[in-house]
T-cell receptor
Framework: ETGVTQTPRHLVMGMTNKKSLKCEQHLGHNAMYWYKQSAKKPLELMFVYSLEERVENNSVPSRFSPECPNSSHLFLHLHTLQPEDSALYLC??????????????FGSGTQLSVL | GQSLEQPSEVTAVEGAIVQINCTYQTSGFYGLSWYQQHDGGAPTFLSYNALDGLEETGRFSSFLSRSDSYGYLLLQELQMKDSASYFCAVRDYNTDKLIFGTGTRLQVFP
């Protein structure tokens, strides 16, 4: 148990569906992140929130829409996805945006398949 | 550009010692960290080197040499449970982004 919980663990959706990924952290951290993990590729940072304010968007397509209603919860809203968006989506948190010793706490991820 | 290169796969037997290398190309960074990820699991933080040299944490040690643009994770007295993927990561000075390596899959055999 890392203190970061993601739901659902698995998700299969069609290209016209709308779905949301949920992340919750129980660590009292101020920064939260969305990462994309594809096979044979490094972890890709998608979004960073610090104190509920989005501080970074790494040129992610608009079909991915993040939401951070409070410092404990983070959502990733998905719509009109493409098959190449199939991947493991990881949520992480850290004490603050400049994590001490670069220590991020990750959730187990949502394995997304887009048909 | 910025990139961190790791071997894609390493195999070893129980009780052995294995070294996973990480070479990087970046104009400057704050430190080198390592994460472990079991299949289907969350990446978990292992270690962080802010300065050159060796940091030891139990069976795991991590090394950094900024002059050689090189670091490694050393795992001793390997156990079956060490079979996992290992990622190095650096925070780039210019972009302030945490950049991850390509990952090394370690398989430990009996």
């Amino acid at each position: 148990e890392t203190g970061v919980t993601q739901t659902p663990r698995h998700l299969v959706m069609g290209m016209t569906n709308k779905k949301s990924l949920k992340c919750e952290q129980h660590l009292g951290h101020n920064a939260m992140y969305w990462y994309k993990q594809s096979a044979k590729k490094p972890l890709e940072l998608m979004f960073v929130y610090s104190l509920e304010e989005r501080v970074e968007n790494n040129s992610v397509p608009s079909r991915f829409s993040p939401e951070c209603p409070n410092s404990s919860h983070l959502f990733l809203h998905l719509h009109t996805l493409q098959p190449e968006d199939s991947a493991l989506y990881l949520c992480a948190s850290s004490q603050d945006k400049r994590a001490t010793n670069e220590k991020l706490f990750f959730g187990s991820g949502t394995q997304l398949s887009v048909l | 550009g910025q990139s961190l290169e790791q071997p894609s796969e390493v195999t070893a037997v129980e009780g052995a010692i294995v070294q996973i290398n990480c070479t990087y190309q970046t104009s400057g960074f704050y430190g080198l960290s390592w994460y472990q990820q079991h299949d289907g699991g969350a990446p978990t933080f292992l270690s962080y080197n802010a300065l050159d040299g060796l940091e030891e944490t139990g069976r795991f040690s991590s090394f950094l040499s900024r002059s050689d643009s090189y670091g490694y994770l050393l795992l001793q007295e390997l156990q079956m449970k060490d079979s996992a993927s290992y990622f190095c990561a650096v925070r780039d000075y210019n972009t302030d982004k945490l950049i991850f390596g390509t990952g090394t899959r370690l398989q430990v055999f009996p």
